[in-house]
């Protein structure tokens, strides 16, 4: 019914932060890393700001609701009429739909936020292990 208003809420807030963030980042010189490539050779590479990781998240958020809601208006249930939203002609219809956003929208919507905050800890990971000088002496 109206699932994909809660990612897309989400989305439209996480793309807020990121201008703002991205505005803040650009003040500072980006972290250089340097990354061991095959044996002896390394690669200098900037380390990913995170309004980059954000842009992630927001990718993740509009894509999915895009998705759903091209399928709830293959299936009717969103319309190019007033109130746009099948769901909102009844208050009976308009109950279940509260209940579908509060249930389905925010658990689909936590999920694709744990999955993007595990993206950014693995990449954290990386960056780490490419800042952390190794040495093959032993």
Same mark, same amino acid.
């Given at each position: 019914? *109206?699932? !994909?208003?809660?990612?897309?809420? @989400? *989305?439209?807030? =996480? %793309?807020? *932060? =990121? &201008?703002?963030? $991205? &505005? #803040?980042? #650009?003040?500072?010189?980006?972290?250089?890393?340097?990354? #061991?490539?095959?044996?002896? $050779?390394?690669? %200098?590479?900037? #380390? $990913?700001? !995170?309004? %980059?990781?954000? &842009?992630?998240? /927001?990718?993740?958020?509009?894509?999915? +609701?895009?998705?759903?809601?091209?399928?709830?208006?293959?299936?009717?249930?969103?319309?190019?009429? *007033?109130? !746009?939203?099948?769901?909102? @002609? +009844?208050?009976? +219809?308009? %109950?279940?739909?509260? /209940? @579908?956003?509060?249930?389905?929208?925010?658990?689909?919507?936590?999920?694709? =936020?744990?999955?993007?905050?595990?993206?950014?800890?693995?990449?954290?990971?990386?960056?780490? &292990?490419?800042?952390?000088?190794?040495?093959? @002496?032993?």
């Amino acid at each position: 019914m *109206a699932c !994909f208003l809660v990612p897309a809420a @989400e *989305a439209v807030i =996480t %793309t807020i *932060a =990121t &201008k703002v963030m $991205q &505005k #803040k980042e #650009k003040a500072k010189t980006p972290e250089k890393l340097q990354v #061991k490539l095959d044996g002896e $050779q390394y690669e %200098t590479v900037e #380390k $990913q700001p !995170f309004s %980059t990781k954000m &842009k992630w998240l /927001n990718h993740l958020l509009w894509g999915g +609701s895009g998705l759903l809601a091209f399928e709830h208006l293959w299936h009717g249930e969103v319309v190019p009429w *007033a109130p !746009f939203l099948t769901a909102m @002609e +009844s208050p009976d +219809s308009t %109950t279940e739909m509260l /209940n @579908e956003m509060s249930t389905v929208g925010v658990s689909m919507t936590v999920l694709v =936020t744990v999955i993007w905050g595990g993206m950014v800890a693995v990449s954290s990971i990386m960056e780490k &292990k490419a800042m952390a000088p190794k040495t093959d @002496e032993q």
